[in-house]
């Protein structure tokens, strides 16, 4: 069963079928780095995601919808002119990696049909910030997908953030993990999908 959910006029549900095909960098060894004698887990924002053999090696498939990694799409961008023509084309980003690359070398995101964070971690909160600016300050209008480490209690504020997809981790439920969008039936704060506070939207008695 599909592990994909997405938000679709408003409700949360279940998406049987993906047509994107996420790229994925081929495998190298990985440097273990440590900081007083302990494993550091999470790599420091802005820091390098792969190499230039990895980014030159990475097996683009001929035909479908893909989503590339940053780094691909920076490197190799003048390969993919014809998908992003035809709205084939997204891309997709770890959380440590800056949005303003993205931005920089693209002005107009909504070129893109499909935009994802690959949550690394579930502790790693950086993936909400990235959606936010996304939403409010460079005004992404299409798909935004969370995947890789995505679980059930993070939806709700993925979602408040400006997340409408979610690849539920693949050894969880997305059954219930659905559940989770019913947690709060009102949030107190603003957030990028409700504008305003529980006090301007309620009128005291």
């Known amino acids: 069963m599909s592990n994909l959910i997405k938000i679709q006029a408003a409700n949360a549900a279940i998406v049987a079928d993906d047509a994107w095909q996420f790229v994925q960098y081929p495998a190298a060894q990985e440097e273990v780095k440590k900081q ?112 890789g480490d995505v679980l059930r209690d993070q939806l709700y504020f993925l979602r408040r953030c400006g997340f409408d997809a979610f690849q539920i981790r693949a050894d969880r439920s997305a059954e219930e993990a659905l559940a989770s969008f019913k947690d709060f039936t009102e949030p107190y704060q603003a957030a990028v999908v409700v504008d305003q506070p529980l006090w301007r939207r309620h009128a005291r008695g």
């Open 36 to 147: 007083a004698g302990k494993v550091v887990l999470f790599k420091l924002t802005g820091a390098q995601t792969a190499t230039p053999e990895q980014i030159a090696a990475t097996q683009i498939p001929a035909q479908g919808k893909i989503v590339v990694p940053l780094a691909v799409w920076l490197a190799r961008k003048a390969e993919f002119a014809a998908r992003v023509a035809v709205g084939e084309l997204g891309v997709w980003l770890e959380t440590h990696e800056m949005i303003e690359a993205l931005v920089e070398d693209q002005a107009d995101l909504n070129v893109f049909p499909l935009l994802a964070i690959s949550i690394e971690r579930f502790a790693d909160g950086r993936a909400y910030s990235t959606a936010n600016l996304l939403r409010t300050r460079f005004g992404f209008k299409g798909e935004l997908r969370a995947v």
